[in-house]
Nanobody, 126 residues
Framework: QVQLVQSGGGLVQPGGSLRLSCVAS????????VGWFRQAPGKEREGISC????????YYHDSVKGRFTISRDNAKYMMFLQMNGLKPEDTAVYYC???????????????????WGQGTQVTVSS
């Protein structure tokens, strides 16, 4: 079964940190660009960080540059999003996703993915 399963997330105070993880099963994750998206209440889902299949190129949305770090471990079929300096405006449901065959990390973050994780809530509040 082709799927992405997420873990991490939760409630954190402003300025705090969280790490999201996503593990793939049923397909070779290293064949695809992967990324993280989020959807805040009343807003459209947006790509915030994506990484190439070869782990040598990344994309970050301006809103998270310098605070979030994407990484992947192809040997373990996993991807991660380290989130530091969290702000209340980062509150959203976060999703991991893989791109279509041949899709770059920039394309993935701008167009959306093919396989999606189940989503996890991140709430930044004091």
């Amino acid at each position: 079964q082709v799927q992405l399963v997420q873990s991490g997330g939760g409630l954190v105070q402003p300025g705090g940190s969280l790490r999201l993880s996503c593990v793939a099963s049923g397909f070779p994750l290293d064949y695809y660009a992967v990324g993280w998206f989020r959807q805040a209440p009343g807003k459209e889902r947006e790509g915030i960080s994506c990484i190439s299949k070869s782990d040598d190129s990344t994309y970050y949305h301006d809103s998270v540059k310098g605070r979030f770090t994407i990484s992947r471990d192809n040997a373990k079929y996993m991807m991660f999003l380290q989130m530091n300096g969290l702000k209340p405006e980062d509150t959203a449901v976060y999703y991991c996703a893989t791109g279509l065959w041949g899709m770059s990390e920039d394309e993935l973050c701008s167009k959306g993915g093919d396989v999606w994780g189940q989503g996890t809530q991140v709430t930044v509040s004091s």
